[in-house]
């Protein structure tokens, strides 16, 4: 029955819809994320491990030449992307925090 949900709710969502939606479901678990304990590690990994994933999917879709944005903006997707990949492994190793990552999201 959820299967079968989840296939109906993405086709009525445009392209737009989802990935907002998704926007707020990896900000939303980085938010968790942000307010646990530094040691539980799965919940912190799990939620910036998602967010690095939909950035990699963003920037690999801004490196097609038939992607439909401007040049300069694909650039912008694209160095977000690495920084968020980066910034990410920071917050891994306990040298960063939550913020920045869930500010570019908002």
């Given at each position: 029955m959820l299967k079968a949900?989840?296939?109906?709710?993405?086709?009525?969502?445009?392209?737009?819809?989802?990935?907002y939606r998704l926007f707020g479901q990896v900000t939303r678990a980085l938010i968790h994320a942000s307010t646990v304990d530094p040691s539980d590690l799965k919940t912190r990994i799990d939620a910036l491990d998602w967010n690095r994933r939909l950035w990699s999917v963003l920037a690999t879709g801004c490196s097609d030449s038939d992607n439909a944005l401007t040049a300069p903006v694909r650039a912008q997707i694209i160095s977000l992307g690495l920084f968020v990949n980066r910034h990410s492994s920071a917050v891994?190793?306990?040298?960063?925090?939550?913020e920045i990552l869930i500010d570019i999201n908002r």
């Open positions: 949900y989840a296939q109906a709710s993405t086709r009525t969502e445009s392209p737009r819809e989802m990935e891994m190793r306990g040298e960063e925090d939550f």
